[in-house]
């Protein structure tokens, strides 16, 4: 099972890290205030009152061993960003944070975080998307548990065409999409002939089952 720390349990914290428990992670939450941690006890594996930006607390807590880790902090800036440069020197793999401008993500970018969130602008933008075309799916919701993935083709998968690896039929999943990482150029509903390579990354449409089942076959 997948450990994730979440840093900071205010309303996007929680909320976040409470799915996260609910979709069968390891979930440690961590924020300062008592009763904040008090609210959320129950609803995660683990909920610790620690001050996040002390490094020696990340690594009493074990936060050094989770698989990752998400920054939620909200108003201090200079928290989240030490926070982040704390989790990335500690040796954490891949760990999230959230900005509140776009020069705080340019930080947290620099500390080493892996993906910069902005919920806000994010929610803002899929909202005006969807009032342009209520018909344009940005995610899949309200279908149980199918979503879109992006992965990086395993060596198992370069030099192979959509026909020979035959995903629909081996793991009921479909690629939608294939991106091109040198332009950023995507090739959508790529045809059976295509061939995959270490430039592509692969839009999949499927279900979580899938792609763990797809990610321990091919597992590297």
Known sequence: ???????????????????????????????????????????????????????????????????????????????????????????????YAKALSEEHGQILSRMGADEILFPEKDLAISLARHIENPNMLEYLPSIGDHGIFELTPPRGFLNKTLRELDLINQFSLQIIAVKHIHDNAFTFIPKADFKINENHVLLLLGTNQAMEKLSEEFEE
């Open 1 to 95: 099972m997948r450990q994730i720390a979440v840093i900071g349990l205010g309303n996007f914290g929680y909320y976040l890290a409470k799915e996260l428990y609910s979709k069968g992670f390891d979930v440690i939450g961590l924020d300062l205030h008592q009763e904040v941690v008090h609210k959320v006890k129950n609803d995660l594996n683990e909920a610790v009152i620690a001050d996040a930006t002390d490094k020696d607390t990340l690594m009493a807590l074990g936060i050094d061993h989770v698989d990752l880790a998400v920054v939620t902090i909200g108003t201090n800036m200079l928290a989240s960003i030490l926070v982040t440069f704390h989790l990335k020197q500690m040796g954490v793999d891949r760990v």
